[in-house]
């Protein structure tokens, strides 16, 4: 039954990140645009990819994807920004 439910939550999550990035990427659209963006996704993948039932469970689900995969997205852009400029700043 776990398995069951972590393999779709783990596609949604993966999904849904990069089609942020690659709107993010083609719409150069700013930081504050993108959580609508992935909630907007996540409402969609819980809609009419894992055909929910039920309007709220739907909902909880899609937030929750949303909320992870934005964060992801931040924190990969953070490490990246991180990365490039390692020789600049406390850690050198």
Do not use: C, N, W
């Not at 039954?1 to 393999?7: A, G």
């Not at 999904?15 to 963006?37: G, R």
């Not at 937030?63 to 920004?81: D, F, H, P, R, T």
């Amino acid at each position: 039954m776990i398995q069951m439910m972590i393999i779709p939550a783990f596609a949604a999550l993966g999904s849904i990140m990069v089609l942020t990035i690659l709107i993010k990427l083609l719409f150069h659209a700013h930081d504050l645009i993108l959580f609508p963006v992935a909630l907007a996704l996540g409402l969609f993948y819980t809609a009419f990819v894992e055909q929910r039932s039920e309007l709220v469970e739907g909902a909880l689900a899609a937030g929750i994807y949303a909320l992870s995969a934005y964060g992801l997205y931040m924190i990969v852009k953070k490490l990246l920004a991180l990365y490039r400029h390692s020789k600049e700043g406390p850690y050198q």
